[in-house]
């Protein structure tokens, strides 16, 4: 039975490998999978993600008064919900990038809470611009159109989230500040401004509908 066993292990397989090789280095990429996956995921929870200072002192104090930290319905979004691709191809591409991150670290370019200020404008830019790239792609996670009653919601962020479907806006367009505190002298768009009238004149929308102050007239002219 040894014997057997033995010349089972020696035989030739694909491009002259053993048998017994061929298991050696299947069971060993699945240790590294295994191993590469827990690491994957260890550094995905919340606890990681404020293991430093940088975040722990700041963004993660202003997370804990947003409605992403605690709700009614009890639902946490933690930091890699919104920061994490979840396919596989862009959490990786995601990770590889979060090395620059740690040399910051080790740097100490925002290791104190006035440096942190002085560049939460470049920070904060950096992140809507890859959010704005990627059409949103995290919030889409736990909020999409096809989800959305917008019968149900307050009538001006109703018509926002109906139309924008079809004017390439996307949730990073009005929901800045949302978990963390907006920089100094930075507005949030809200809906409202000249494009957005100047698309609802074009649908002939009339103005109670965004306006709930406003009564509704019988004929309106733009």
């Not at 995290?138 to 149900?152: G, K, P, V, W, Y």
């Not at 949730?171 to 978990?179: F, L």
Request: with cysteine.
């Amino acid at each position: 039975m040894l014997n057997f066993y033995k010349h089972l292990l020696s035989r030739r397989i694909i491009l002259g490998t053993t048998t017994g090789a061929a298991l050696f280095f299947m069971i060993t990429g699945v240790i590294f999978w295994g191993g590469f996956n827990t690491a994957m995921e260890e550094t995905n929870t919340l606890e990681f993600c404020i293991a430093c200072h940088e975040m722990k002192d700041n963004v993660y104090q202003e997370y804990r008064k947003t409605i992403h930290f605690r709700n009614r319905v009890g639902i946490r979004t933690i930091c890699s919900d919104c920061h994490v691709p979840r396919d596989w191809v862009h959490k990786v591409v995601r990770k590889i990038r979060a090395t620059n991150e740690l040399l910051h670290t080790i740097a100490g370019s925002i290791d104190t809470s006035e440096k942190f200020n002085e560049k939460r404008l470049e920070l904060a830019q950096s992140v809507w611009k890859a959010m704005k790239e990627s059409d949103s792609r995290e919030c889409r996670n736990c909020h999409t159109f096809a989800a959305m009653d917008i019968s149900q919601q307050q009538s001006r962020s109703g018509l926002v989230h109906k139309y924008s479907q079809f004017r390439d806006k996307t949730c990073i367009d009005c929901h800045k500040g949302i978990a963390h505190q907006l920089p100094e002298n930075t507005i949030a768009y809200r809906g409202g401004d000249d494009d957005d009238h100047s698309y609802y004149e074009k649908l002939g929308l009339p103005c109670y509908k965004c306006h709930s102050d406003m009564p509704e007239p019988m004929e309106e002219d733009w």
